[in-house]
Antibody, heavy 117, light 112 residues
Framework: EVQLVESGGGPVQPGGSLRLSCAAS????????MHWVRQAPGKGLVWVSR????????IYADSVEGRFTVTRDNAENTLYLQMNSLRAEDTAVYFC??????????WGQGTLVTVSS | DVVMTQSPLSLSVTLGQPASISCRSS???????????LNWFHQRPGQSPRRLIY???NRDSGVPDRFSGSGSDTYFTLKISRVEAEDVGIYYC?????????FGQGTKLEIK
């Protein structure tokens, strides 16, 4: 069974940093591209970032480019999102998700990040 | 960016009646490989999204056959033939054809 379990969310002050983790199991992690998608409270889904299977290529939404960095450790089956210079508008539930050919096939349960002073 | 526009943004449907949600993209979603990567997701309150449909019309395993997807190029539709109580929530279309994925605003389905 595919499982994606996010962690690392919590409260943080504006300008602060946080690192999210996503532990993957039930599939060959190193074979799949992975995404981060976020959802602000009461709002819709917004794609944040994607990393390819070996971690050599990553792309970002304009809103987080230069502040967020996605990485992965295929030996540990873990996806990361390093978030720096956090803003109030980054407050959201962050989902990690598994890619499958132009789609998102599986989602984690999400972890809430709250940016507030 | 490819902008995905859904309509309506909310829908109130009587149990057993049909429902339809449309999704329009600002650019053609036909990929150079010939596929059209248009997906539909359902999100119940407090839960993660669940994929229902991929590549316009392919239902995921376990998705009831009352759900169907159709369309082409820039215009797509999700139809529920007979709405059941478990269908409440928000439906999102998402394109996976262009450089980064983009979602529609979501359509909230409630039971009348």
């Amino acid at each position: 069974e595919v499982q994606l379990v996010e962690s690392g969310g919590g409260p943080v002050q504006p300008g602060g940093s946080l690192r999210l983790s996503c532990a993957a199991s039930g599939f060959t992690f190193s074979s799949y591209w992975m995404h981060w998608v976020r959802q602000a409270p009461g709002k819709g889904l917004v794609w944040v970032s994607r990393i390819n299977d070996d971690g050599s290529d990553a792309i970002y939404a304009d809103s987080v480019e230069g502040r967020f960095t996605v990485t992965r450790d295929n030996a540990e089956n873990t996806l990361y999102l390093q978030m720096n210079s956090l803003r109030a508008e980054d407050t959201a539930v962050y989902f990690c998700a598994r890619d499958k050919s132009g789609s998102i096939e599986y989602w984690g349960q999400g972890t809430l990040v709250t940016v507030s002073s | 960016d490819v902008v995905m526009t859904q309509s309506p943004l909310s829908l109130s449907v009587t149990l057993g009646q049909p429902a339809s949600i449309s999704c329009r993209s600002s650019q053609s979603l036909v990929h150079s490989d010939g596929n059209t990567y248009l997906n539909w997701f359902h999100q119940r309150p407090g839960q993660s999204p669940r994929r229902l449909i991929y590549k316009i019309s392919n239902r995921d395993s376990g998705v009831p056959d009352r759900f169907s997807g159709s369309g082409s190029d820039t215009y797509f539709t999700l139809k529920i033939s007979r709405v059941e109580a478990e269908d409440v929530g928000i439906y999102y279309c998402m394109q996976g054809t262009k450089y980064w994925y983009t979602f529609g605003q979501g359509t909230k389905l409630e039971i009348k």
